[in-house]
């Protein structure tokens, strides 16, 4: 069951910083429209302080409160990875191989990820850390006993 919660709270942890993107792109355009960026600086600085708080309680709940398995970890890691590097990977393929790729069928999210959101957004962040996170839970499972049983040596070991 938890495994299925981990999984749970990183799809909410991403919609919601998809929805802060939103948000904060609404307040972008008010202020552009009305010249007032004071309530735009406010969005922006609140939606960071969110997104920054819902990453330690993911973290928090990952690496210590949920029991870890391998296959979160690797869900965890290949999402990150994906939507982290879906806008460069859809515009490196080479024009004959995106009809196999869905490449219309994957209009929308493409165009929601790069242009509403673009590269330096909550989401992307987020999908980023999603990624180190499920890199962390996969290489380092002694973190999950307690913190003074974690020994650098070997985590490092076990990396090369």
């Known amino acids: 069951m938890s495994r299925i919660i981990s999984i749970l709270e990183m799809v909410l942890m991403l919609a919601f910083a998809w929805g802060l993107d939103y948000w904060v792109n609404l307040l972008r355009k008010?202020?552009?429209?009305?010249?007032?960026?004071?309530?735009?600086?406010?969005?922006?600085?609140?939606?960071?302080?969110?997104?920054?708080?819902?990453?330690?309680y993911l973290a928090w709940l990952i690496l210590r409160r949920n029991?870890?398995?391998?296959?979160?970890?690797?869900?965890?890691?290949?999402?990150?990875?994906?939507?982290?590097?879906?806008?460069?990977?859809?515009?490196?393929?080479?024009h004959s191989f995106r009809d196999l790729l869905?490449?219309?069928?994957?209009?929308?999210?493409?165009?929601?990820?790069?242009?509403m959101i673009g590269f330096t957004s909550r989401f992307t962040l987020s999908a980023a850390y999603v990624c180190v996170l499920g890199g962390i839970s996969l290489f380092a499972p002694n973190l999950s006993k307690?913190?003074?049983?974690?020994?650098?040596?070997?985590f490092v070991t076990r990396l090369f």
């Open 146 to 154: 307690g913190y003074r049983r974690f020994k650098v040596r070997s």
């Open 102 to 115: 869905l490449f219309e069928q994957t209009r929308f999210l493409r165009l929601g990820i790069m242009g």
């Open 67 to 94: 029991a870890r398995s391998r296959w979160v970890s690797l869900a965890f890691l290949l999402v990150g990875l994906l939507f982290t590097f879906f806008v460069p990977l859809q515009m490196t393929v080479p």
């Open 30 to 56: 008010g202020a552009l429209a009305n010249l007032n960026f004071i309530p735009m600086m406010w969005g922006i600085a609140a939606a960071n302080l969110l997104i920054a708080v819902i990453w330690v």
